[in-house]
T-cell receptor, first 112, second 112 residues
Framework: EAQVTQNPRYLITVTGKKLTVTCSQN?????MSWYRQDPGLGLRQIYY???????DKGDVPEGYKVSRKEKRNFPLILESPSPNQTSLYFC???????????FGAGTRLSVL | LAKTTQPISMDSYEGQEVNITCSHN???????ITWYQQFPSQGPRFIIQ???TKVTNEVASLFIPADRKSSTLSLPRVSLSDTAVYYC?????????????FGTGTRLKVLA
């Protein structure tokens, strides 16, 4: 079954404590992306990756890092989380940057 | 980067046809128009994609006029389970990047 798996699904942390949200896909997709979703602001793209070792900034990259060492994994790293990063995060994948993206179930993050 | 504009919300009754229009005045020649559906606490799900004229699948129809500056998602005979947020997406391929702007979406509420 085609899957985009995010972990954890829920996370509560404190300001400044580094965290990683993992994303894994089993569809052999080249393109992977991270979005955050906040009330009234819709989905905003954080970072994306066209392939292994190729990443680029989306619209709201500040405070985030990503890496793409393997095709199937695209972790999102918050080196020093702050309360304004409290949000619902989605990972998405597609073939070669195509517009038809497959989304994970989401990670709800609260930074206290 | 093509930006999309949609109505914030719409109400409809069960059994009616619902049309949601999206404006994308800056759409580029290579851009496709893609629509997604999102239920609360879930990731967006692909509904339909088109380039011009009309596209129909088992879920919806997509109408795109010749100038491609707007598109209309048509949901025939909606039911309560169609209550969701609908996003129109236009990708940016002309700049060589693969950034996506989802916008704030249209919140559709179907009433009994």
């Amino acid at each position: 079954e085609a899957q985009v798996t995010q972990n954890p699904r829920y996370l509560i942390t404190v300001t400044g404590k580094k965290l990683t949200v993992t994303c894994s896909q089993n569809m052999n997709h080249e393109y992977m992306s991270w979005y955050r979703q906040d009330p009234g602001l819709g989905l905003r793209q954080i970072y994306y990756s066209m392939n292994v070792e190729v990443t680029d900034k989306g619209d709201v990259p500040e405070g985030y890092k990503v890496s793409r060492k393997e095709k199937r994994n695209f972790p999102l790293i918050l080196e020093s989380p702050s309360p304004n990063q409290t949000s619902l995060y989605f990972c998405a994948t597609s073939w070669a940057g195509g517009d038809i993206q497959y989304f994970g179930a989401g990670t709800r993050l609260s930074v206290l | 980067l093509a930006k999309t504009t949609q109505p914030i919300s719409m109400d409809s009754y069960e059994g009616q046809e619902v049309n949601i229009t999206c404006s994308h005045n800056n759409i580029a020649t290579n851009d496709y128009i893609t629509w997604y559906q999102q239920f609360p606490s879930q990731g967006p799900r692909f509904i339909i994609q088109g380039y011009k004229t009309k596209v129909t699948n088992e879920v919806a129809s997509l109408f795109i006029p010749a100038d491609r500056k707007s598109s209309t998602l048509s949901l025939p005979r909606v039911s309560l389970s169609d209550t969701a947020v609908y996003y129109c997406l236009v990708g940016d391929r002309t700049s060589g990047t693969y950034k996506y702007i989802f916008g704030t979406g249209t919140r559709l509420k179907v009433l009994a």
